[in-house]
């Protein structure tokens, strides 16, 4: 009989489940990847972590052995500027006030401090220290013998970049008064208002480590003394400057408030010099002083390097030389390098030619009659090495002398058309212009370094007055008038009429050789320029035949 649900179907046969199915790898390998993968990933995480630490433990060490430059100088996120950020340069330890001078010279007004000196990098300075006298028995830095190369002037300009100030080439409106494109290359802008800031902050930051914790030490109030006092209290290096006692109150008070430890002794800077040299190897200081060691050479050759990059297509470029003419061999340096085509001319004082005197003798000339002028300052200076002699003789094309007459009018000229108070050394290089010594220049494109603003307060109204008075622009006459009302008004009158501007005006009636009853009348007067002065000249000879005009 059949079923009626049909015939009986096949019963399946069991899988055997021994061996895996064909989508699935076997189990061995599966265990094989994953500890491979696991093998792998346990190294990465290794490597990634080691690496990790190594770079904290040098970001650590970077900031304990080496503090930068630019952290002492550069604000984050503002523009470089001069100075810590918000703090004041730490001081100087008091044991280091032994044998500084008589107790006369302190009267008290010296004030210690502490000071801590935070140790560079070594590997910074290796380049440097080549250079740099090792020994301590040695006070002075020597000159090296070896010429500067412009390797070591784009090594200078790239570690001072933060600490000083880049400071502006700028076209010059006293271009149309001489005929030529003038750019100005504004040094006297720098935080102690010279160019020898480039100069010493590379020298101070080539120091050894032992060195800078010991300190600086130096006898005089140049500039020179300015820019070591400042740089060096930036970065934590003790200095001392030592000063006679007829040095000008307002510079120890200046070398002060740039962090130095002044101290008056002696009559005569000799004297100065002799204490400070004593104080230096009793206590292991370092004497300093303006020499043309390669470093100091190379910090102001980058003058010459930003002058070439900020003034395209130049023709000549004019620095002031004298004695101490490490800026003009340094950026001469550079400048030839760069463009053997551009002129580089120096000038110096017909009063002080030594660096004149020098390149005709072939050594340096050490006379004393070329001793420091107060007017003249580093320009009168001897001539402090050779290799800056070496250099000048090499590398610049020509060297001038001017009066001291065309410097003061100089003076005057920066002072109206740039607005800008220069002493003689920042106003000597425009000097050769105003005196018409280079004439070759007419039409060209000139730069013209103002290296120096330290005037003088009680120098500067002379100055000015005396320039003015060599421009034709202030002058004086006599002229002798009845003693009755009405004469001296007549006179005003005329010099109201031709637009004088009365700055004085004398009587005098007792000491007067001439007719009773009359009074002698001497006038000092202000006109606009040296034919506005002949029109008043001939107006008033037109109406008083005796009027005599003193010559100035």
Not at 405 to 423: K, P, Q
Request: aromatic share 6%.
């Amino acid at each position: 009989m059949v079923s009626p649900r049909g015939p009986p179907r096949a019963r399946p046969r069991p899988m055997d489940m021994t061996t895996p199915g064909p989508l699935l790898p076997p189990y061995g390998v599966v265990v094989g990847v994953l500890l491979h993968l696991a093998v792998y990933l346990v190294a990465v995480l290794y490597s990634y972590a080691e690496q990790l630490f190594l770079k904290k433990d040098d970001n650590k060490i970077k900031k304990q052995d080496a503090p930068a430059l630019c952290d002492l100088h550069c604000c984050k996120d503002g523009p470089i500027r001069n100075g810590l950020i918000g703090q004041k340069p730490p001081s100087i330890n008091p044991e280091r006030l032994k044998d500084f001078g008589e107790e006369d010279y302190l009267n008290g007004d010296v004030k210690t401090w502490e000071m801590k000196i935070v140790s560079r990098n070594e590997e910074l300075l290796r380049d440097a220290l080549s250079r740099i006298p090792q020994s301590s028995s040695r006070t002075s830095l020597s000159s090296s013998n070896k010429l500067i190369r412009f390797e070591d002037i784009s090594a200078a300009a790239f570690k001072i970049q933060c600490g000083v100030q880049k400071t502006p080439c700028m076209y010059s409106r006293l271009s149309k008064l001489y005929g030529m494109d003038i750019y100005l290359k504004k040094e006297f802008l720098q935080y102690t208002g010279s160019v020898k800031e480039r100069g010493v902050l590379y020298l101070l930051t080539s120091l050894p480590q032992d060195q800078q914790r010991k300190g600086v030490i130096m006898a005089s109030d140049s500039n020179f003394s300015m820019a070591v006092a400042y740089h060096a209290s930036e970065l934590r290096i003790p200095v001392f400057v030592i000063m006679s006692t007829t040095t000008s109150p307002a510079r120890v008070k200046m070398c002060r408030e740039y962090g130095a430890m002044v101290i008056s002794y002696g009559t005569t800077a000799k004297d100065s010099q002799t204490h400070a040299r004593r104080l230096a190897q009793e206590n292991g200081y370092l004497y300093l002083e303006e020499e043309d060691s390669a470093v100091y050479l190379s910090g102001l050759g980058t003058v010459g390097l930003e002058v070439y990059e900020q003034v395209p297509k130049l023709d000549a470029v004019i620095f002031p030389a004298g004695g101490h003419c490490g800026l003009l061999a340094g950026s001469a340096a550079a400048l030839k390098h760069l463009n053997p085509h551009i002129s580089v001319i120096g000038v110096e004082s017909e009063n002080f030619p030594v660096l004149q005197q020098s390149l005709k003798a072939g050594q340096p000339i050490e006379d004393q009659a070329c001793s420091n002028h107060h007017f003249y300052g580093d320009v009168s200076g001897l001539c402090f090495g050779s290799n800056s002699l070496q250099l000048t003789g090499k590398l610049v094309d020509k060297v001038v002398a001017v009066r001291e007459e065309d410097v003061l009018v100089s003076m005057l000229r920066l002072l109206e058309y740039e607005r800008a108070t220069v002493d003689a050394e920042g106003a000597i290089g425009l000097a050769a212009l105003v005196a018409g010594k280079l004439p070759e220049l007419k039409g060209k494109r000139v730069a013209i370094v103002i290296c120096s603003g330290n005037l003088e307060l009680h120098l500067l109204h002379q100055c000015i007055a005396r320039a003015l008075t060599l421009d034709n622009r202030v002058c004086r006459f006599s002229l002798v008038l009845s003693d009755s009302p009405g004469d001296i008004s007549k006179l005003l009158e005329i010099l109201a009429r031709e637009e004088a501007r009365v700055l004085d005006i004398k009587q005098e009636r007792t000491f007067v050789t001439s007719e009773l009853f009359t009074v002698e009348v001497t006038c000092t007067v202000e006109t606009r320029d040296k034919i506005h002065t002949a029109q008043l000249r001939n107006a008033l000879l037109e109406r008083y035949p005796t009027a005599a005009w003193m010559e100035r």
